[in-house]
């Protein structure tokens, strides 16, 4: 008999019943008791979704991070925090969410820094190591979830952050503190808590390790086999869980470590299962993920069975079966959906559907496919009607796809030859200043747009009030004097949905939300087919912007990784194929906006990045892939027409050259929190073109002062000649309000009249 089990289910709740509680006890409408109530509820209706698992996880839910709660656990929670005057809770949200010095008792803590979970778009607080860090045992939450879940009649598996893990996933905060030497103190509070467990009657614990699927060295790969030597004492059946890639060089390291049962994500390793079902000891279990824990898309039951079958027959009991990860990166339920295309909603499977096709899978192996011949033959019609839908196929790009060659992605000229050209057309001062793109979003243009989509304001209306506040917009820029201008993007709800919404090939759902950080979600795009562009997308709006003005006006675009990695993707062909379609239809608008006499056309790559594989050996070739999508974008233009692009991250030692061959004129970045010194990769490289190094963060309300502002620039222009910098802030302006972002750029913008005259 296989059994089945889940690594962790979303904990926001189907309708982010979490964020809402959340937010209503930060501003204090909410009281402790009823906010742990509601907590207690949804951890209620999770497991009775859960209910017909043989093993339901415990101790996955969490109020803010499930990396925090598991600091809490271990005892390691930063000082600053505070001492024993507030409660656990307060506490927990003060390594959280910082606070500021305006509350009670005046004084600030920062926020534990945070940071993405290996490489998806949830975030996690960082633990912090110091040499003197030590390590106490607080078992009280995950004892009391144990004895929730059994109250409710089920058998929990209680799920840890395995301390390999741990340790990898925290940061020193003293350089001399090397994080492994942590492990000894560590270990030992393991154990206590193992025992702990044990002592509550519990068969089998989940530990996750994760590190597992990365390029560890020597030390880590020493400190994995040391950590569960260590523990092979206790008591509970070990469940060491991998999620998010293939084993690799660790796979053997991996099958032998001294625990009970290995999990293996048969989705994203599907080659390993063989080498995995051969390496295992017989007395182990072997827990594989075959339902897609990062991804939408139903399962395709009969060809899973079609493997899977063989290994159950070779594994028999020792075979368990789960969602290839924690289910915390898709949304809960898909039946609430009433908006969604119906033949799309068909397509997919959110937690609630996708625990339905484990429980399938589960009883087909062990009953036979008979005893579930009518799921199973219902799953084949669906999967049918994807692979051939209309809705999803096009042959014209198809075709447009095979047209590709070389020099699509290819500008005329080299960059020192069209620069003069470029000047030629734009005349610009020295330090030319500009914006990244977006300005206030308001509360009325928020407005209007819901009661535009709720049918309350006509079109015509709508596109008036848009146009009076890119009038505005334009016109605050002016005043302000800066050099090259936006429209401001208020048209536009979100960088990427507003794109998707306009293309062949995107839906959206209505409650599809997962958590990206705390009580904040995302509802990425469902990108569901082959993509194509019926009409110019934003060449209305860029042209009346121009028109109300004789300085130069940036056109603003989405790059085609970024709506990529901010999407759910097919996974009927290669991300790298998706990436081209993207970047056929950015095109095509990129060539309107040409068209229309815009002279400098900017496409926001602020995701490309992220998108990275966690090995190193990976790298490179999806690096090429998306450097190629970009060029096929942005580079058809004509030598004179400068393309921009946008990051926001700091972060460019390892993509440099990569960036370098996007080939974009001018790239503008985030740099205002690492005083320029990131620049020296671009100093160190050579970077050929101009750069915009932000000088102010947008992230804080603080209005930046003009000699800052110099200072910086002068710090840039120690790494990167004056003639190729510009000046702006290091993102969008759309969070801020309008009274701070005017003072913000009429300082940035004398900083810049200051640059100048010292030329
Ligand atoms: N053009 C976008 C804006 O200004 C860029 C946002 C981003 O990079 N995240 O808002
Ligand atoms: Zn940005």
């Not at 106490?136 to 109250?151: F, K």
Request: proline letters at 5%; hydrophobic letters at 40%.
């Amino acid at each position: 008999m296989a059994t089945t089990h889940n690594l962790g289910f979303p904990r926001i709740g189907a309708r982010r019943e979490l964020k809402h509680a959340l937010e209503s006890f930060w501003q204090g409408s909410l009281t402790e008791k009823e906010l742990r109530t509601e907590g207690a509820s949804l951890r209620r209706r999770n497991w009775a979704i859960q209910a017909g698992l043989d093993l339901a996880p415990i101790g996955d839910f969490s109020f803010y991070d499930q990396v925090l709660d598991m600091s809490v656990t271990l005892g390691n929670i930063p000082e600053r925090a505070g001492l024993a005057e507030v409660s656990d809770l307060d506490r927990y949200f003060r390594v959280a969410r910082g606070r500021s010095a305006n509350d009670d008792d005046g004084c600030a803590i920062h926020a534990g820094e945070m940071t993405k979970w290996f490489d998806t778009n949830y975030h996690y607080i960082v633990p912090e190591f110091h040499s003197d860090t030590g390590f106490s045992l607080n078992s009280e939450r995950l004892m009391e979830q144990i004895q929730e879940a059994r109250e409710q009649g089920l058998t929990p598996k209680p799920v840890l952050i395995g301390p390999v893990t741990y340790l990898w996933l925290g940061k020193s905060k003293d350089s001399s503190t090397d994080k492994l030497s942590l492990l000894d103190r560590l270990l030992p509070v393991y154990a206590a808590l193992l025992d702990r467990i044990a002592a509550a009657g519990v068969e089998w614990v989940q530990v996750d390790e994760p590190v597992l699927v990365t390029d560890l060295d020597a030390d880590w790969r020493h400190a994995l086999n040391l950590a569960y030597h260590d523990l092979k004492t206790c008591t509970p059946k070990l469940l060491v869980t991998t999620y998010f890639g293939d084993l690799r060089e660790n796979l053997q390291l991996a099958c032998e470590l001294p625990v009970a049962g290995l999990h293996l994500d048969a989705i994203s390793a599907p080659e390993e299962v063989a080498r995995v079902v051969d390496w295992l000891p017989p007395h182990k279990t072997l827990s594989l993920g075959i339902i897609d824990g990062r991804n939408i898309w139903r399962t395709d039951l009969n060809r899973t069975l079609d493997w899977l079958e063989q290994v159950h027959d070779r594994l028999g009991d020792r075979l368990w079966l789960a969602p290839s990860c924690s289910l915390l990166h898709v949304p809960v339920d898909v039946d609430i959906e009433h908006k969604l295309d119906a033949d799309i909603k068909s397509w997919l499977a959110f937690a609630v559907q996708k625990l339905d096709e484990l429980d399938i899978l589960a009883r087909a192996l062990n009953t036979g496919r008979a005893s579930v011949h009518r799921q199973l033959t219902e799953n084949a019609r669906l999967i049918r009607s994807r692979q051939v839908s209309g809705r999803a196929h096009s042959p014209a790009v198809t075709d447009a796809l095979s047209n590709l060659d070389g020099h699509t992605g290819a500008r005329q000229a080299p960059y020192r030859e069209r620069i003069d050209a470029q000047r030629r057309q734009t005349v610009l001062p020295a330090y030319p200043t500009t914006t990244i793109g977006s300005f206030p979003q308001t509360e009325e243009i928020r407005l209007a747009r819901q009661q535009f989509r709720t049918g309350n304001l006509t079109e015509a209306a709508y596109v008036a009030r848009i146009r009076e506040e890119i009038a505005y917009c334009v016109n605050q820029q002016e005043e302000l004097g800066l050099d090259v201008l936006v429209h401001g993007e208020p048209e536009r709800n979100d960088m990427v949905e507003y794109f998707g919404e306009q293309l062949n090939g995107y839906a959206f759902s209505q409650f599809g939300w997962v958590q990206s950080y705390g009580s904040r979600c995302v509802k990425p795009p469902i990108l569901f087919g082959d993509i194509s562009r019926p009409k110019a997308m934003t060449v209305d709006w860029i042209r009346y912007a121009q028109s109300l003005t004789e300085r130069p006006l940036k056109g603003m675009l989405t790059g085609p990784v970024t709506m990529l990695n901010w999407s759910f993707v097919r996974d009927d062909q290669p991300r790298k194929d998706t990436a081209l379609q993207l970047a056929l239809a950015i095109r095509g608008e990129v060539l309107d906006l040409e068209k229309a006499g815009v002279k400098i056309i900017q496409i926001d790559e602020a995701a490309l990045r992220e998108g990275l594989p966690l090995r190193q050996a990976d790298r490179a070739s999806y690096l090429d892939w998306a450097v190629n999508a970009f060029r096929v974008a942005a580079n058809g233009v004509r030598d004179e027409t400068q393309i921009h692009t946008h990051m926001c991250y700091s972060e460019f030692n390892d993509i440099i050259e990569a960036i370098a061959r996007m080939d974009a004129d001018v790239i503008t970045i985030e740099t205002s929190r690492s005083d320029m010194e990131l620049l020296d990769a671009f100093r160190g490289f050579e970077y050929p073109n101009e750069l915009g190094p932000g000088v102010y963060d947008i992230h804080s309300p603080n209005i930046p002062k003009k000699q800052e502002m110099v200072a910086l620039m002068q710090k840039a222009a120690e790494r990167i000649p004056s003639t190729r910098l510009w000046v702006n802030p290091d993102c969008g302006l759309k969070t801020r309000r309008w009274e701070e972002v005017v003072p913000a750029l009429r300082a940035m913008v004398q900083a810049a009249r200051e640059l100048r005259q010292a030329i």
